[in-house]
């Protein structure tokens, strides 16, 4: 029988730092590349500032409803956000 993989092995923890900064990468590319500051996307989007600063920098993740929040906001398909920066480039 399978059985779930631990979701405090290192390389797991690892994997999902990794996919934090990911994601907090992009909505801060996106927001810059657009002039919006931190306050105008907090406020588009309902994510508080403060949650904002902390997923740009790859310290909090987010429910996928705010995904769907803040891609609204940055007016951009959701898998933008998602997508490590090197394959977005390279798919344009």
Known sequence: MPT???QNSPERVAQWERWRSVVGH???ELRIQQGMTQEALAL???VTRNVLI???H???GLLYERL???A???QVPVNELLVA???RRNKR
Do not use: M
């Open 26 to 28: 992009n909505i801060r």
């Open 72 to 74: 609204e906001a940055l």
């Open 58 to 60: 790859g310290r909090r």
């Open 44 to 46: 588009r989007s309902g």
């Open 4 to 6: 779930r993989p631990s």
């Open 85 to 87: 920066r090197a394959r």
């Open 68 to 70: 769907f929040d803040i």
């Open 54 to 56: 902390d997923v740009e």
